[in-house]
């Protein structure tokens, strides 16, 4: 296993829209971040991957960007931005940024100029298609109000792709002028000093212009899959290694909606030359229906260990893995996953930090996560900000469905959930703003809070450091060879982690009742490194949310 500061960095997303207002308009900005660094540096990890700063009408919350090279103004000047980063750096911490060139916004030049007529010198920048062709085959938007990712436009008699909202029109990477000026605009980033790219949707870059139907096999199958995996999509990511990122020491990472394991290793093995890492979506997906509706499989914890073992076994030769459980796309990990009652939520928690970072790949860990947040629960589709929630929900409204389900449904999986404000201390607002925040508060913020866990040696916050030293002092957590153990458990995850002569055993109770771990092991004489009770008694039993590591003696 070759040896990276990129394996062994710790990253942690700042959703920079939602983390710290500093002027009182209700947004998160970059100052605000500037005035957090000294706590981002507390945490003690290594690279911040910030969303999308970039200027945007934020018809998709900056991921729809109308120009590359610019800040958007709620967020602030490129003078904050290497503010920021000197601050950052200064602490020793990396910066990833976010590239969204799959598609950009419907307001960038390009696709102003595009739109304007058919010999327009930026024409080919997006997918076009001449309505006296006919409708082209369909394919599927996740954000269209109808789900139609072909947009018919007037001005040039002509549809457009928008595999997401119809103000983020999809690029034309088969153009080469296109992906030249993608790559002059990462350069421009890295020669201001950042240290990589998270990608995202990158696997869907490459499209068969000719718009054939969508192949059979992938009816009802995740469109992911058909997406992500177009003709030319290893060749530009191969030239975009070439022409930017090999001439850098930079950290990349694929989102990767449609990698699956037998297609991974085109993106990440190093002999590929095109990314690092990626990260794929299948546990995030259990048990949810279309629209994620949710079902009682969503929480399966044999399944869940079946995927997360899959995923760590295809990585032992080649390659490189992520781990994460949350991110601004996905419900906050202690109520997907754990259990965000009073009574639970800080012990499950800690278990759910423990797991992330004890498993090998690189763990990506989402700001609030640290002090235990949960998901709001919007009674009222008036409160969601989510392009994709709204736009779901007035899909299900016209079908006439239910939309009490659809409300129950999204207080779980909506995307807003992660997306509410950094919870700093108990005053109003959460010292979050001074204004009306622009996304509702979790009322908990009273006592769920950086202030209060600051005071507190017990909480989730001091938990977190101490797993975040234990991994960065013990490689093997980071390197180790990964052994699933009792994997028919429904209730506990346990696996060991060995590398030279170190040997550790993890043990998960996933469940709000006692466990007993089945692991064949004798720890009589094991260590016990760190278990989120303040008291660990020795054996296999497990306390209700109980996790615990013993290193072993081999
Ligand atoms: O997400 C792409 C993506 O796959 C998710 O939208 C996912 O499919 C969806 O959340 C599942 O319901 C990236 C960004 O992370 C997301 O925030 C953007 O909305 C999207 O791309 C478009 O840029
Ligand atoms: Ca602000």
Not at 395 to 403: A, C, F, M, P, Q
Request: charged fraction near 25%.
């Amino acid at each position: 296993m070759k040896k990276a500061w990129w394996k062994e960095a710790i990253v942690y997303q700042i959703y920079p829209r939602s983390f710290k207002d500093s002027n009182g308009d209700g947004i998160g900005d970059l100052q605000g971040i500037i005035s957090k660094l000294d706590y981002i540096k507390s945490l003690g990890i290594d690279v911040i991957w910030l969303n999308p700063i970039y200027s945007s009408p934020n018809d998709d919350m900056g991921y729809d960007i109308s120009d590359y090279s610019n800040i958007m103004h709620e967020f602030g000047t490129m003078e904050d931005f290497d503010a920021l980063l000197k601050g950052l750096h200064e602490r020793d911490i990396k910066l990833i940024m976010d590239l969204v060139v799959n598609h950009s916004s419907d307001e960038h030049k390009w696709f102003v100029e595009s739109r304007k007529s058919r010999d327009n010198y930026y024409r080919d920048y997006y997918h076009w298609w001449p309505a006296e062709k006919g409708k082209p085959a369909p394919r599927w938007s996740f954000f269209d109000k109808d789900g139609d990712a072909w947009k018919y436009d007037e001005t040039t008699n002509a549809y457009y792709l928008h595999y997401f909202s119809v103000k983020q029109p999809d690029l034309n990477w088969e153009n080469p002028k296109l992906r030249k000026e993608i790559y002059d605009m990462m350069h421009f980033w890295f020669k201001k000093g950042i240290d990589g790219f998270r990608m995202d949707v990158i696997t869907f870059i490459s499209k068969d212009t000719s718009f054939p139907p969508i192949p059979g096999k992938y009816k009802g199958k995740m469109w992911d899959y058909f997406y992500g995996n177009g003709p030319h999509l290893h060749e530009y990511l191969q030239e975009m290694n070439r022409e930017v990122l090999s001439q850098y020491d930079c950290l990349t990472v694929a989102e990767g909606p449609g990698t699956s394991i037998e297609n991974v290793h085109d993106l990440v093995d190093e002999d590929r030359h095109e990314l690092q890492m990626s990260y794929h979506f299948d546990h995030t997906y259990m048990g949810f229906l279309p629209r994620k509706m949710i079902t009682e499989a969503s929480k399966n914890l044999i399944e869940f260990k079946k995927i997360f073992s899959r995923w760590d076994a295809a990585f032992d030769e080649k390659g490189w893995g992520t781990v994460y459980l949350g991110n601004h796309d996905q419900p906050r990990m202690v109520t997907r996953w754990g259990n965000d009652s009073e009574e639970w939520r800080e012990l499950s928690s800690k278990m759910l930090t423990t797991f992330i970072l004890s498993m090998k790949g690189t763990p990506y860990y989402y700001m609030g996560d640290e002090i235990g947040m949960t998901n709001i629960k919007f009674d009222n589709i008036e409160d969601y900000r989510d392009l994709e929630t709204i736009g779901w929900h007035g899909l299900v409204k016209r079908e006439g469905g239910n939309l009490v389900e659809f409300i129950e449904s999204h207080k779980i999986t909506g995307r807003d959930n992660g997306r509410t404000p950094m919870q700093w201390n108990d005053a109003t607002n959460s010292g979050f703003t001074t204004g009306n925040s622009w996304l509702k508060i979790n009322p908990n913020y009273t006592m769920v809070n950086v202030d209060a866990a600051e005071k507190n040696e017990d909480s989730c916050l001091y938990y977190f450091r101490k797993m975040v030293q234990l991994r960065k002092e013990n490689h093997v957590l980071v390197y180790g060879k990964y052994t699933l153990l009792n994997e028919d458990n429904p209730q506990v995850y346990a696996y060991t982690r060995e590398l030279d002569n170190k040997k550790f055993l993890v043990l998960l109770n996933f469940s709000p009742n006692d466990a007993t771990a089945e692991t064949g092991i004798d720890i009589s004489n094991a260590k016990p490194m760190i278990c989120n009770y303040s008291n660990r008694t020795m054996g296999n039993q497990l306390r209700p949310y109980e996790a615990v590591i013993y290193k072993l003696y081999v």
